[in-house]
């Protein structure tokens, strides 16, 4: 996060604001293959619109001009549908994807390197002053809709999956996905495209869907050997019945000749033996 800590000396000096917003321009084409040229993306992403004017605001801020630079931010949430705090520090090659409804409050921290999608805030859990946004470290990608709530830290090169709701720490080179937020991945189950950029945000892992699989499987599994078992009972000779009484004998073993199955109905046997009082339709097994 060594880009987060120079941001005060980068905001004011305007050869190194040039060389910020080169690097954002050109960040774009590493990430969205439908960036086509130079023009297309200074005119027709909001993303970049939106960052253009929070490094002039946050300038601004910095230099204790608070409402220039409020209003300037307001005015680039009216153009863009991006809400970016004057207060909020960003770091190099910063990307907002379509960006519609991005919410980054004063206190949030973002490193070098990340990527958000459409719908993320990056929001407070507290009415309090100091201290109420998250930080994201270098190379986390934040799927769409995702909400990152409080002061907390989402390490390096971490995924945040779409409409996640993180509120607790996440370490580094982790994958978070649901409500709330889960660790499912590490990073060395990812793939990592060039300059350690993860775009495959869409093969999240279902952890709920994964536990319901599992139990499926098992319950298959018991339900086979409930067969198998009862196919085997069923094919084994009878012993003579004798002068046994079946109905003091355990439960257990007793096939049906009517339904075939293990059975204690009186109904299945519609007969008694004259002598013994069993049941004509059930033997012992």
């Known amino acids: ?93 910063f990307f907002i994807d379509h960006g519609a409804g991005v919410v980054i409050g004063e206190t949030a921290e973002i490193g070098d390197d990340v990527t958000l999608y459409h719908g993320v805030t990056l929001g407070g859990t507290s009415w309090t002053k100091g201290k109420r946004h998250p930080t994201l470290g270098d190379g986390v990608l934040v799927g769409s809709g995702a909400k990152i709530l409080g002061p907390i830290t989402v390490g390096a090169q971490c995924r945040v999956g779409a409409n996640s709701v993180v509120t607790k720490d996440v370490p580094e080179g982790m994958t978070v996905v649901g409500i709330p937020g889960r660790v499912v991945r590490p990073d060395t189950q990812r793939r990592l495209a060039a300059h350690g950029i993860d775009l495959d945000h869409h093969l999240m892992p279902d952890p709920v869907g994964k536990a319901i699989a599992c139990l499926i499987d098992h319950i298959n599994r018991i339900e086979a050997r409930l067969e198998a078992h009862a196919a085997a009972e069923a094919t084994r000779p009878a012993p003579p019945l004798g002068g046994i009484r079946l109905d003091d004998l355990p439960l257990d073993g007793i096939v049906c000749r009517s339904c075939g199955n293990l059975c204690d109905q009186d109904t299945c046997g519609k007969h008694d033996t004259p002598h013994t009082g069993a049941r004509a339709d059930h033997y012992v097994i």
Do not use: K, Q
Not at 7 to 24: F, G, I, V, Y
Not at 49 to 66: C, E, K, P, Q, T
């Open 1 to 93: 996060m060594a880009a987060i800590d120079a941001h005060p000396d980068l905001a004011m000096n305007e050869t190194s604001l040039w060389r910020l917003l080169r690097e954002d321009v050109a960040c774009v084409f590493d990430r969205d293959p439908a960036a086509r040229n130079v023009l297309d993306v200074l005119t027709c992403y909001p993303g970049i619109h939106a960052l253009v004017v929070h490094r002039l605001s946050n300038a601004m801020w910095r230099r204790g001009l608070h409402w220039p630079a409020r209003f300037l931010s307001y005015l680039a949430r009216a153009l863009t549908n991006i809400d970016i705090h004057p207060g909020a520090t960003i770091g190099r090659r």
